[in-house]
Protein backbone atom coordinates (compact mmCIF):
# COMPACT_ATOMS: atom_id res chain seq x y z
CA UNK A 1 0.00 0.00 0.00
CA UNK A 2 2.01 3.16 -1.39
CA UNK A 3 0.91 7.01 -0.48
CA UNK A 4 -0.45 9.51 -2.76
CA UNK A 5 0.52 12.64 -4.58
CA UNK A 6 2.38 15.53 -2.61
CA UNK A 7 -1.18 17.43 -3.26
CA UNK A 8 -2.99 14.68 -1.28
CA UNK A 9 -0.19 14.24 1.51
CA UNK A 10 -0.37 17.95 1.98
CA UNK A 11 -3.65 18.73 2.51
CA UNK A 12 -4.00 15.33 4.81
CA UNK A 13 -1.07 17.07 6.82
CA UNK A 14 -3.35 20.39 7.55
CA UNK A 15 -6.67 18.13 7.75
CA UNK A 16 -6.34 15.16 10.29
CA UNK A 17 -5.41 17.01 13.21
CA UNK A 18 -8.53 19.01 12.23
CA UNK A 19 -10.89 15.88 11.63
CA UNK A 20 -9.46 13.90 14.96
CA UNK A 21 -10.10 17.53 17.06
CA UNK A 22 -13.64 17.10 15.73
CA UNK A 23 -13.87 13.42 16.83
CA UNK A 24 -12.40 14.27 20.31
CA UNK A 25 -14.68 16.83 20.52
CA UNK A 26 -17.85 14.63 19.44
CA UNK A 27 -16.63 12.30 21.99
CA UNK A 28 -16.74 14.47 24.65
CA UNK A 29 -19.36 16.57 24.58
CA UNK A 30 -21.35 13.47 23.87
CA UNK A 31 -23.62 13.83 26.84
CA UNK A 32 -24.43 17.29 26.42
CA UNK A 33 -24.90 17.64 22.03
CA UNK A 34 -25.48 15.41 19.39
CA UNK A 35 -22.61 12.73 18.55
CA UNK A 36 -21.95 10.53 21.64
CA UNK A 37 -18.92 7.41 22.13
CA UNK A 38 -19.65 5.24 18.38
CA UNK A 39 -20.38 8.84 16.12
CA UNK A 40 -16.99 10.43 17.53
CA UNK A 41 -15.29 6.83 17.45
CA UNK A 42 -15.76 6.39 14.13
CA UNK A 43 -15.03 10.00 12.85
CA UNK A 44 -11.26 9.37 14.80
CA UNK A 45 -11.17 6.10 12.46
CA UNK A 46 -11.75 8.15 9.12
CA UNK A 47 -8.77 10.71 10.46
CA UNK A 48 -6.82 7.44 10.81
CA UNK A 49 -7.51 6.13 7.26
CA UNK A 50 -7.36 9.37 5.77
CA UNK A 51 -3.66 9.33 7.10
CA UNK A 52 -3.07 5.19 5.86
CA UNK A 53 -4.88 5.89 2.20
CA UNK A 54 -2.51 9.48 1.69
CA UNK A 55 1.14 8.29 3.56
CA UNK A 56 0.73 4.34 2.58
CA UNK A 57 0.38 1.45 5.13
CA UNK A 58 4.08 1.76 6.98
CA UNK A 59 3.50 5.36 7.60
CA UNK A 60 0.24 4.39 9.33
CA UNK A 61 1.99 1.85 11.51
CA UNK A 62 5.00 4.00 12.68
CA UNK A 63 1.52 6.44 13.70
CA UNK A 64 -0.26 3.44 15.28
CA UNK A 65 1.68 -0.08 15.54
CA UNK A 66 -1.04 -2.60 14.97
CA UNK A 67 -0.43 -4.35 18.33
CA UNK A 68 -1.08 -1.09 19.76
CA UNK A 69 -4.64 -0.60 17.70
CA UNK A 70 -5.50 -4.80 18.82
CA UNK A 71 -4.59 -3.82 22.86
CA UNK A 72 -6.29 0.00 23.43
CA UNK A 73 -9.70 -1.78 20.99
CA UNK A 74 -9.28 -4.49 23.71
CA UNK A 75 -8.50 -1.86 26.83
CA UNK A 76 -11.78 0.07 25.82
CA UNK A 77 -13.90 -2.94 25.53
CA UNK A 78 -12.44 -3.99 28.98
CA UNK A 79 -13.04 -0.34 30.34
CA UNK A 80 -16.60 -0.27 29.62
CA UNK A 81 -17.12 -3.64 31.06
CA UNK A 82 -15.49 -2.43 34.42
CA UNK A 83 -17.28 0.27 34.21
CA UNK A 84 -20.47 -1.69 34.51
CA UNK A 85 -18.92 -3.77 37.15
CA UNK A 86 -17.54 -0.95 39.34
CA UNK A 87 -21.65 0.14 39.04
CA UNK A 88 -22.07 -3.13 41.12
CA UNK A 89 -20.18 -1.87 43.49
CA UNK A 90 -20.82 1.57 44.10
CA UNK A 91 -24.49 1.50 43.86
CA UNK A 92 -25.50 -2.48 44.04
CA UNK A 93 -26.68 -3.12 40.42
CA UNK A 94 -24.51 -3.36 36.27
CA UNK A 95 -24.57 -0.22 34.76
CA UNK A 96 -25.49 1.85 37.78
CA UNK A 97 -24.32 5.16 37.46
CA UNK A 98 -22.87 5.57 41.00
CA UNK A 99 -20.33 8.67 40.27
CA UNK A 100 -23.88 10.96 39.20
CA UNK A 101 -25.18 9.63 42.82
CA UNK A 102 -22.54 10.41 44.61
CA UNK A 103 -21.31 13.47 42.45
CA UNK A 104 -23.61 15.48 41.03
CA UNK A 105 -22.62 18.20 38.75
CA UNK A 106 -23.67 21.20 37.13
CA UNK A 107 -26.30 20.26 34.47
CA UNK A 108 -25.21 20.97 31.15
CA UNK A 109 -21.92 20.75 32.02
CA UNK A 110 -18.64 18.90 30.80
CA UNK A 111 -17.56 17.49 34.28
CA UNK A 112 -21.54 15.80 34.69
CA UNK A 113 -23.03 13.28 34.16
CA UNK A 114 -20.99 10.78 36.36
CA UNK A 115 -19.81 7.45 34.18
CA UNK A 116 -21.75 8.60 30.72
CA UNK A 117 -19.01 10.75 29.85
CA UNK A 118 -15.93 7.83 30.68
CA UNK A 119 -18.26 5.25 28.78
CA UNK A 120 -18.25 7.42 25.68
CA UNK A 121 -14.72 7.67 26.20
CA UNK A 122 -14.02 3.90 26.42
CA UNK A 123 -16.79 3.12 23.57
CA UNK A 124 -14.89 6.05 21.55
CA UNK A 125 -10.91 4.24 21.70
CA UNK A 126 -12.97 0.64 20.85
CA UNK A 127 -14.89 1.67 18.35
CA UNK A 128 -11.80 3.97 16.84
CA UNK A 129 -9.46 1.06 16.75
CA UNK A 130 -11.93 -1.21 15.75
CA UNK A 131 -12.72 0.03 12.65
CA UNK A 132 -9.27 1.29 11.70
CA UNK A 133 -8.31 -2.75 12.22
CA UNK A 134 -10.85 -3.88 9.93
CA UNK A 135 -10.11 -1.08 7.78
CA UNK A 136 -6.54 -1.96 7.51
CA UNK A 137 -7.27 -5.73 7.60
CA UNK A 138 -9.17 -5.54 4.66
CA UNK A 139 -7.15 -3.26 2.90
CA UNK A 140 -3.40 -4.89 3.40
CA UNK A 141 -2.69 -7.99 4.32
CA UNK A 142 1.29 -7.35 4.14
CA UNK A 143 1.15 -6.23 7.97
CA UNK A 144 1.35 -9.96 8.65
CA UNK A 145 4.88 -10.36 7.91
CA UNK A 146 7.32 -8.78 4.96
CA UNK A 147 8.15 -12.28 3.11
CA UNK A 148 4.45 -12.78 2.63
CA UNK A 149 2.81 -11.12 0.31
CA UNK A 150 -0.73 -12.38 -1.10
CA UNK A 151 -1.76 -10.42 -4.30
CA UNK A 152 -5.52 -10.54 -4.16
CA UNK A 153 -5.34 -9.23 -7.89
CA UNK A 154 -6.77 -13.00 -8.45
CA UNK A 155 -7.14 -14.42 -11.59
CA UNK A 156 -10.41 -16.39 -11.32
CA UNK A 157 -12.53 -13.29 -10.58
CA UNK A 158 -11.92 -11.39 -14.05
CA UNK B 1 -43.02 20.87 4.00
CA UNK B 2 -41.05 18.45 5.65
CA UNK B 3 -43.47 15.46 4.28
CA UNK B 4 -42.43 16.21 0.60
CA UNK B 5 -38.64 16.64 1.50
CA UNK B 6 -38.91 12.88 2.43
CA UNK B 7 -41.37 11.80 0.00
CA UNK B 8 -38.70 12.88 -2.41
CA UNK B 9 -35.60 11.72 -0.37
CA UNK B 10 -37.54 7.95 -0.54
CA UNK B 11 -37.89 8.40 -4.01
CA UNK B 12 -34.07 9.31 -4.61
CA UNK B 13 -32.89 6.59 -2.15
CA UNK B 14 -35.48 3.98 -4.01
CA UNK B 15 -33.64 5.21 -7.20
CA UNK B 16 -30.17 5.47 -6.06
CA UNK B 17 -30.95 1.82 -4.63
CA UNK B 18 -31.76 0.19 -8.15
CA UNK B 19 -29.16 1.49 -9.52
CA UNK B 20 -26.79 0.09 -7.20
CA UNK B 21 -28.07 -2.98 -8.12
CA UNK B 22 -28.64 -2.95 -11.77
CA UNK B 23 -25.20 -1.30 -13.19
CA UNK B 24 -22.34 -3.44 -14.09
CA UNK B 25 -19.63 -0.76 -12.93
CA UNK B 26 -18.76 -1.39 -9.46
CA UNK B 27 -17.88 1.97 -8.72
CA UNK B 28 -21.02 3.62 -10.12
CA UNK B 29 -22.54 0.77 -7.83
CA UNK B 30 -20.76 1.60 -4.63
CA UNK B 31 -21.81 5.29 -5.31
CA UNK B 32 -25.10 4.60 -5.86
CA UNK B 33 -24.64 3.21 -2.60
CA UNK B 34 -23.71 5.65 -0.68
CA UNK B 35 -26.09 7.75 -2.61
CA UNK B 36 -28.74 6.17 -0.25
CA UNK B 37 -26.62 6.48 2.89
CA UNK B 38 -26.42 9.90 2.47
CA UNK B 39 -30.42 10.30 1.75
CA UNK B 40 -30.86 8.09 5.11
CA UNK B 41 -29.06 10.47 6.69
CA UNK B 42 -30.64 13.82 5.43
CA UNK B 43 -34.12 12.29 6.26
CA UNK B 44 -32.53 11.77 9.87
CA UNK B 45 -31.80 14.80 10.23
CA UNK B 46 -35.46 16.21 8.85
CA UNK B 47 -36.61 13.65 11.17
CA UNK B 48 -34.84 15.79 14.55
CA UNK B 49 -32.35 13.02 15.15
CA UNK B 50 -29.10 14.41 14.74
CA UNK B 51 -27.19 11.68 16.80
CA UNK B 52 -28.20 8.88 14.40
CA UNK B 53 -27.48 11.73 11.51
CA UNK B 54 -23.73 12.05 12.67
CA UNK B 55 -23.15 8.46 13.34
CA UNK B 56 -24.98 7.21 9.13
CA UNK B 57 -23.04 9.85 7.76
CA UNK B 58 -19.83 8.89 9.66
CA UNK B 59 -20.40 4.76 8.77
CA UNK B 60 -21.50 5.93 5.39
CA UNK B 61 -18.23 7.28 4.46
CA UNK B 62 -16.29 4.52 6.15
CA UNK B 63 -18.28 1.84 4.88
CA UNK B 64 -17.68 3.53 1.37
CA UNK B 65 -13.63 3.86 1.50
CA UNK B 66 -13.67 0.27 2.38
CA UNK B 67 -15.85 -1.09 0.21
CA UNK B 68 -13.31 1.30 -2.64
CA UNK B 69 -10.26 0.35 -1.44
CA UNK B 70 -11.04 -3.49 -1.05
CA UNK B 71 -12.60 -4.28 -4.39
CA UNK B 72 -11.91 -1.49 -7.02
CA UNK B 73 -8.44 -0.74 -5.76
CA UNK B 74 -7.61 -4.44 -5.90
CA UNK B 75 -8.65 -4.65 -9.67
CA UNK B 76 -11.52 -5.82 -8.95
CA UNK B 77 -13.68 -3.19 -11.50
CA UNK B 78 -16.98 -5.19 -13.13
CA UNK B 79 -19.80 -7.46 -11.67
CA UNK B 80 -19.64 -10.61 -13.58
CA UNK B 81 -21.94 -13.65 -13.42
CA UNK B 82 -25.61 -14.21 -14.60
CA UNK B 83 -28.82 -12.78 -12.29
CA UNK B 84 -29.99 -15.11 -9.97
CA UNK B 85 -33.68 -14.91 -11.28
CA UNK B 86 -35.17 -17.84 -9.13
CA UNK B 87 -33.61 -16.50 -5.93
CA UNK B 88 -34.60 -12.79 -6.63
CA UNK B 89 -38.03 -13.87 -7.56
CA UNK B 90 -38.25 -15.75 -4.04
CA UNK B 91 -37.13 -13.13 -1.77
CA UNK B 92 -39.14 -10.29 -3.06
CA UNK B 93 -41.71 -12.92 -2.75
CA UNK B 94 -40.51 -13.32 1.32
CA UNK B 95 -40.37 -9.63 1.91
CA UNK B 96 -44.16 -9.14 0.63
CA UNK B 97 -45.45 -11.47 3.16
CA UNK B 98 -43.34 -10.40 5.82
CA UNK B 99 -44.77 -6.63 4.95
CA UNK B 100 -48.17 -7.76 4.90
CA UNK B 101 -47.67 -10.04 8.56
CA UNK B 102 -45.70 -6.99 10.14
CA UNK B 103 -48.64 -4.30 8.92
CA UNK B 104 -51.06 -5.01 11.35
CA UNK B 105 -48.43 -5.28 14.42
CA UNK B 106 -47.48 -1.53 13.41
CA UNK B 107 -50.58 -0.55 13.08
CA UNK B 108 -52.26 -1.73 16.38
CA UNK B 109 -48.60 0.32 18.68
CA UNK B 110 -49.81 3.83 17.91
CA UNK B 111 -46.46 5.38 18.04
CA UNK B 112 -45.99 8.17 20.18
CA UNK B 113 -49.62 8.41 21.46
CA UNK B 114 -50.32 4.98 22.68
CA UNK B 115 -50.04 4.97 26.78
CA UNK B 116 -47.41 2.08 26.48
CA UNK B 117 -45.23 4.10 24.20
CA UNK B 118 -45.98 7.88 26.23
CA UNK B 119 -44.95 6.30 29.93
CA UNK B 120 -41.18 5.72 28.75
CA UNK B 121 -40.62 7.99 26.63
CA UNK B 122 -42.03 11.47 28.95
CA UNK B 123 -40.36 10.33 31.21
CA UNK B 124 -37.15 9.80 29.75
CA UNK B 125 -37.74 13.55 28.79
CA UNK B 126 -38.86 14.66 32.53
CA UNK B 127 -36.52 12.78 34.90
CA UNK B 128 -33.42 12.25 32.47
CA UNK B 129 -31.36 15.21 32.97
CA UNK B 130 -31.80 14.86 36.54
CA UNK B 131 -31.19 10.85 36.99
CA UNK B 132 -28.21 10.29 34.47
CA UNK B 133 -26.80 14.08 34.48
CA UNK B 134 -26.46 14.19 30.66
CA UNK B 135 -27.89 16.78 28.98
CA UNK B 136 -28.50 14.60 25.65
CA UNK B 137 -31.30 12.34 26.37
CA UNK B 138 -30.59 10.50 23.39
CA UNK B 139 -26.92 8.94 25.67
CA UNK B 140 -28.70 9.13 28.73
CA UNK B 141 -30.87 6.50 27.10
CA UNK B 142 -27.89 4.89 25.33
CA UNK B 143 -25.75 4.56 28.19
CA UNK B 144 -27.56 4.67 31.40
CA UNK B 145 -31.22 3.41 30.75
CA UNK B 146 -30.31 1.22 28.03
CA UNK B 147 -26.89 0.24 28.95
CA UNK B 148 -27.11 -3.32 28.08
CA UNK B 149 -27.70 -2.45 24.75
CA UNK B 150 -24.92 -0.79 24.31
CA UNK B 151 -22.73 -3.29 25.73
CA UNK B 152 -23.97 -6.17 23.43
CA UNK B 153 -22.96 -4.04 20.27
CA UNK B 154 -19.42 -2.81 21.57
CA UNK B 155 -19.43 -7.22 21.97
CA UNK B 156 -20.71 -7.37 18.55
CA UNK B 157 -18.00 -5.29 16.96
CA UNK B 158 -15.33 -6.91 19.21
CA UNK B 159 -16.42 -10.45 17.51
CA UNK B 160 -16.59 -9.14 14.35
CA UNK B 161 -13.07 -7.48 14.67
CA UNK B 162 -11.83 -11.52 15.67
CA UNK B 163 -13.71 -12.97 13.28
CA UNK B 164 -11.78 -11.02 10.42
CA UNK B 165 -7.98 -11.39 12.04
CA UNK B 166 -8.61 -14.87 12.58
CA UNK B 167 -10.07 -15.12 8.81
CA UNK B 168 -7.40 -12.67 7.41
CA UNK B 169 -4.62 -14.04 8.76
CA UNK B 170 -5.53 -17.89 7.77
CA UNK B 171 -5.24 -16.94 4.36
CA UNK B 172 -1.88 -14.37 5.15
CA UNK B 173 0.10 -17.45 7.00
CA UNK B 174 -0.90 -20.58 4.86
CA UNK B 175 -0.40 -19.04 0.88
CA UNK B 176 -2.61 -21.69 -1.47
CA UNK B 177 -0.56 -24.34 -3.61
CA UNK B 178 -1.08 -23.37 -6.97
Redesign the interface.
Known amino acids: MTGMTVIVKTVTRWTAALIFLYGAY ?1 VAY ?10 GG ?2 L ?2 AY ?1 LIT ?1 AYGGEHALRVLPRAVASRL ?2 F ?2 LA ?2 AL ?1 LVGMVGGGL ?2 T ?1 WL ?1 QKW ?2 K ?2 HVF ?5 PL ?2 VA ?1 AI ?2 CM ?2 F ?3 F ?3 S ?1 RM ?2 KD ?1 Q ?1 D ?2 SKE ?2 | MVTNLLIFLLLFMIIAAVAALQTKNLLSAVISVGAVGFGVSVAFLLLRAPDVAITQIAVEVLTLLLLIRATIWRGVRTVSGQREVFGSAVAVVLVLLILLLVLPVFSGLSFGVGPQMELASSHYLQQGLSETGSANIVTAVLLDYRAYDTLGEATVLFTAIIGALVLMRQQARKPLEE
Open positions: VGHLGPGGGFAVIACILDSGAFLAFFNQAGAFNGGIIANIKVSLLVFILSVFGEIFRVD
